[in-house]
């Protein structure tokens, strides 16, 4: 099913594997139109299907990584690239050495930074000189976060460090020994570095983001529920499960 509900061009998929065969082929896509794209990564299970897809579409030829620049929504900090819970660790074992992006072209923020505010400003630097992002991949987090934008009193714009919402920490902890290991802050891109992206592709998985999903989609834009700041976006593709979707069926 597909529908278009104000910026949004909404997407209703049968499940997370259509879905990632569907949003590889917005990559193939802005790839295949200008071969040195910048494009913006994201972690966590929803994009899973989708880096599965794009490997095999590298390997079967049908599309080219050389002249790519990828730069990746957040890291945790503290933390460091050889923990096998790093966002860094997670992008070169479900991506990236599995395709033919240069390593040279490959950012992530850096989690080692002995400087946090220092290492968002160059980070910011890096997005600016690249041209700006042309593709840039979201998931949402259980409270509407994008990226590590948690709910706040106000829409960060710039990358920045951000201290971790508890619901997040509890959400993430499967991923770690313990909620006691998971850190407590990140770094993360802030909403006006996201909204200066080209084109936004927003996938969400799963009957539990239900009720989240109709609030970014539909509900009052609010630092509150930061996702829901992409109703102020020119160009968002959203592709749902029908778990995911299922609150937002009655508006389309």
């Known amino acids: 099913m597909e529908a278009v509900y104000r910026n949004f061009k909404i997407i209703v998929v049968e499940d997370s594997e259509k879905m990632g065969v569907l949003a590889a082929g917005q990559f193939a896509k802005q790839i295949a139109s200008k071969p040195s794209s910048v494009i913006g990564l994201a972690t966590g299970s929803t994009p899973l299907s989708t880096y599965k897809n794009l490997i095999a579409l590298c390997g079967r030829g049908e599309i080219d990584f050389k002249s790519v620049t990828s730069f990746n929504l957040d890291e945790y900090y503290p933390i460091k690239k050889s923990n096998t819970q790093s966002y860094d660790y997670f992008m070169r074992d479900n991506l990236f050495n599995y395709i033919n992006i240069a390593p040279e072209n490959i950012f992530i923020p850096d989690g080692e930074a002995d400087d946090a505010e220092r290492a968002c400003w160059d980070y910011e630097v890096l997005i600016k000189n690249a041209g700006g992002i042309d593709l840039q991949l979201l998931g949402l987090g259980n409270n ?104 937002a069926m009655s508006y389309l």
């Open 144 to 247: 509407g976060h994008i990226g590590f934008n948690e709910p706040c009193d106000a829409f960060p714009k710039a990358t920045h460090c951000v201290t971790l919402d508890e619901s997040t920490i509890e959400a993430n902890a499967r991923f770690f020994d313990s909620a006691a290991d998971v850190p407590r802050q990140a770094l993360s891109m802030g909403i006006g570095t996201i909204m200066d992206a080209k084109h936004i592709l927003l996938l969400i998985s799963g009957a539990a983001k239900a009720d989240i999903a109709r609030k970014v989609l539909f509900g009052d834009i609010t630092p509150k529920v930061p996702g829901s700041v992409l109703q102020l976006h020119r160009s968002v593709t959203v592709i749902l499960d029908e778990g995911a979707a299922e609150q």
